[in-house]
């Protein structure tokens, strides 16, 4: 296990690593306090939370040269989605703070001899400009949609913005677009982030000869494109990446052989683990990650079905609830999933309200708890609205909720990658549900492929051998949560295995699929979970999914400024969130045992 310093990756010397480390408790403690003893020495966070270097020095150089003085950037893939971000801020924030917004809007120049692969590549970078007092309504609908730019992209186009081989489109600057400002929703979803006043040390502005392109040596370009992707990362082979991923999340395509260019096998799809055999390649869509594919797949049925509100079923991930309150009429929220719940909902829809969809997560984060497909289904059918199901948490090679969804969105982020080192997300559209012809009309208008091809030459490496690395995750998984279980200073283990909602679990189980590596545990006191969270040798920080075991004091990142309000509904403040890796089980289990002794010895207790 190697050393994990304050603020470094996750993991070690990864340049675009998803997760960052925050080894005690106390550190974490103070990431949430904006505390600059952790802030200042991390070198990356979770990319929607924390903006990553690359991003910055970009950002840096365009209000460099197209900013006011103290101004800020945010990035993003596309002007269409630029204009939301505005549309978002001119919503939320005071009149005068949103009257600061510009954008920018830069695409390569064809005027010059440019190779054609690069061009293929459609290097665009959208920024809105901004104030500082704005900076904090646009780091919300970054967090929010996940829809800004990638590491590598702004990486690699900022190479080319220095080359002079980025121009200004034509109307690239212009005014924000103005709109009336809605209500913002409960309190407690408007916390900022920790590090929304990101550290910046601009660029150096590029001299007058490099900004035009005087003297660039198309040559270089040539050769940086070949040194950026390289024999392994041939852009030849994005599409066949991006098919070969779509066929791995319909589970289709069960080899794990090299990527070729030849066309898959006619008849692929149609032997899928979905069990849905009219289903499509081009049902499934990808995204820049999870929290994209959850926002768009709002979009989607806000455009498919008209303005209405939602039901927010189970505790959510933190982002998915804001979605539903910020970008649309609202949403009825059911923190505890239950059965009671669902009589409640039940009532609103006998008595007559209509809603646009129930979100659920399948399990839920952070206390693994599953919702009744089965019921859901067939009051969905019965009242007219329809079901998004998050399987991140129970990956789509342990169970299969397609037969109960309109659409199954996914963090490839995840499991589906476990190298912690791209971020992507995934939405399938079920041909066979009542809104799907209003859904594909929606996404030929409106749908952006906006993943960069870097981030898919490595998700489609990476997810190679997905299923047999869930198969070994299942058993240390299982391994770890019987450890947990047995141990007298344990107050609650949440696992699919062991809740309640076991049944509604094995209602979507796969035969050969099992029960997920995540689960979490409540100590008996306080004392015990700080002790056990320092001793714990494994890495630590946010994310899941991993191929290695990383831990997190979930509760106090997702939900710092709301502790009390996520205790109303099961979540204790001191929950701690274990995503199992790939170790040997019994090395991974010794490790385990090793922590609850410290935890015991805490108190003086004897484990």
């Known amino acids: 296990m190697p050393d994990f310093d304050l603020g470094a990756s996750i993991p070690p010397h990864t340049a675009h690593a998803v997760s960052v480390s925050l080894p005690t408790w106390k550190s974490n403690i103070g990431y949430e306090e904006g505390e600059d003893w952790v802030v200042g020495r991390m070198a990356t966070g979770y990319p929607r939370f924390f903006i990553h270097r690359s991003i910055q020095a970009f950002a840096a150089d365009i209000v460099a040269r197209f900013g006011a003085k103290d101004s800020k950037a945010f990035l993003f893939p596309t002007r269409q989605i630029a204009t939301r971000c505005v549309c978002f801020v001119n919503a939320h924030a005071p009149p005068a703070v949103a009257a600061s917004l510009d954008t920018v809007h830069l695409v390569l120049d064809t005027t010059q001899s440019t190779p054609e692969a690069l061009a293929s590549l459609s290097p665009v970078i959208s920024a809105v400009l901004c104030s500082q007092e704005a900076f904090p309504f646009l780091k919300q609908y970054w967090q929010h949609t996940g829809d800004g730019v990638s590491s590598r992209r702004a990486e690699f186009c900022h190479t080319l913005f220095k080359d002079g081989l980025l121009r200004l489109d034509d109307g690239a600057t212009t005014p924000a677009p103005t709109s009336p400002k809605p209500c913002r929703g409960p309190k407690r979803y408007q916390r900022p982030a920790s590090v929304d006043t990101t550290r910046v040390t601009p660029s150096p502005k590029p001299s007058p000869d490099r900004d035009s392109g ?155 708890t599953c919702p009744n497909l089965t019921r859901i289904r067939q009051l969905a059918d019965k009242y007219d609205f329809a079901v998004v199901v998050d399987e991140t948490i129970g990956t789509f090679a342990n169970v299969n909720v397609l037969p109960f969804a309109d659409i199954v969105a996914s963090s490839l982020t995840k499991i589906f990658s476990g190298d912690c080192n791209v971020m992507g997300g995934s939405a399938i559209f079920n041909p066979n549900g009542r809104y799907y012809a209003a859904l594909k009309e929606w996404a030929r ?106 831990t997190s004091p979930y509760v106090l990142l997702a939900h710092y400024q709301e502790l009390d309000w996520a205790e109303e509904f099961g979540v204790e403040r001191d929950l701690i969130r274990i995503s199992v890796g790939l170790e040997e089980t019994e090395h991974i289990v010794d490790v385990f045992k090793a922590a609850l002794k410290a935890a015991g010895e805490s108190t003086g207790a004897q484990e």
């Not at 923190?335 to 129930?358: M, P, V, W």
């Not at 049944?503 to 056990?532: D, I, N, T, W």
């Open 214 to 368: 005087i003297g660039h040596d198309i040559h270089e370009t040539s050769r940086f494109l070949e040194e950026r992707f390289g024999r392994n990362l041939d852009v030849s082979f994005v599409q066949p990446a991006k098919s070969a991923i779509k066929r791995r999340i319909a589970g289709a395509l069960r080899s794990d052989s090299e990527l070729t260019t030849a066309p898959p096998p006619e008849h692929e799809m149609e032997s899928n683990s979905r069990g849905v055999v009219n289903l499509k390649e081009d049902d499934i869509y990808l995204f820049p990650c999870g929290m994209s594919a959850i926002f768009n797949s709002h979009r989607a049925l806000l455009g498919a079905r008209g303005s209405m509100k939602s039901a927010n079923f189970g505790f959510p991930y933190v982002d998915t609830f804001k979605i539903l309150e910020k970008f649309g009429p609202g949403a009825v929220f059911y923190g505890h999933g239950s059965e009671s719940d669902l009589d409640d909902l039940e009532k609103r829809l006998q008595g007559g309200e209509r809603f646009l969809a129930l979100f659920c997560e399948f399990p839920g984060n952070p206390l693994l």
């Open 445 to 550: 208008t409106e749908y952006e492929d906006t993943y960069w091809p870097e981030d898919v030459m490595f998700m489609e490496r990476n997810s190679r051998d997905f299923v047999s690395r869930v198969d070994r995750i299942n058993a240390n998984a299982e391994a770890i949560c019987d450890v947990l279980k047995d141990s007298p200073l344990v107050k609650s283990v949440f696992y699919p295995k062991c809740n309640a909602s076991r049944a509604s679990y094995e209602v979507c189980k796969l035969p050969s699929g099992g029960y997920g590596g995540l689960l979490s545990v409540v100590f008996l006191r306080h004392e015990q979970a700080v002790a056990f969270y320092d001793a714990v040798d494994t890495a630590k920080g946010p994310s899941l999914g991993t191929n290695f075991t990383l």
